[in-house]
């Protein structure tokens, strides 16, 4: 019984009656907020084993950041990271969170391609790539599809086949040896299809950016449509960046 209410204490109630306004449970670090507070900022950036703080402007690049708290703990008065989970967006620069800003991150509605929403909005369905990911997006993906989450209900599934897959969902930093089957993998898939991001691996490359192991040409090839940020990216997150992008 102890053991039930220690983990309720640390995690909280764990039905998401309403997934669009629920804040995450537990222990989650969402949205960073910095403060306009005068700190060493290259001692600030220094910290970071992403690199994803630059200094001029100050700022964190949510596409690099782990989530790892590291800045916060270090440098409390300067960076807090909120509970808020929406953080998804279609557009790169958004990812970039920027001192003395709190503003949300949004999907920009005039950047989302047309047929999207026409053809997507009641139904999507997504054939996930793990390209090299270390099981972490993944797990969280299956978590989606729980009865707290339960991200069927809004008509996206994931397909065993590209076949029948409205786009790809990709994990993981792409490495070398991933490249050429997620080329097939998207190439399989009718048109119109779509490229979801999910997590900074995906994203940037994360802590493997650079790596010569890597091969992430794909994306210089094609249009990424969603970016969701996170290490790993919370359901929540996942869930309204995609309702979001179709609605």
């Not at 809004?154 to 065993?160: I, L, N, P, R």
Request: with cysteine; charged share 25%.
């Amino acid at each position: 019984m102890f053991k039930s209410i220690k983990i309720f204490l640390s995690q909280g109630k764990q039905f998401i009656p309403d997934v669009r306004k629920a804040k995450a449970p537990g222990v989650f670090r969402g949205r960073p907020v910095i403060s306009t507070e005068s700190v060493d900022q290259q001692e600030f950036a220094s910290v970071c084993p992403s690199g994803a703080i630059a200094t001029t402007p100050v700022s964190i690049d949510l596409g690099k950041c782990l989530f790892c708290g590291e800045c916060e703990r270090c440098f409390p008065q300067k960076v807090h990271f909120t509970d808020d989970t929406h953080m998804a967006t279609n557009v790169r620069e958004r990812l970039i969170v920027r001192e003395g800003e709190d503003k949300p991150i949004e999907v920009d509605k005039n950047a989302v391609r047309p047929e999207i929403r026409r053809i997507f909005r009641n139904s999507l369905k997504l054939r996930q790539v793990s390209a090299g990911g270390d099981g972490s997006c993944e797990a969280e993906l299956n978590a989606t599809g729980n009865v707290q989450f339960d991200l069927g209900r809004f008509g996206v599934e994931f397909v065993a086949s590209p076949r029948h897959a409205d786009g790809v969902l990709i994990t993981g930093p792409i490495s070398s040896n991933m490249a050429g089957a997620l080329e097939l993998t998207y190439e399989a898939c009718p048109e119109p299809r779509i490229v979801v991001l999910d997590g900074t691996d995906a994203i940037s490359g994360g802590i493997y950016s650079g790596s010569p192991d890597l091969d992430r040409s794909f994306l210089d090839n094609h249009q990424v449509d969603l970016y969701i940020p996170g290490n790993p990216a919370h359901p929540l997150t996942v869930i309204n960046g995609i309702l979001d992008l179709t609605r």
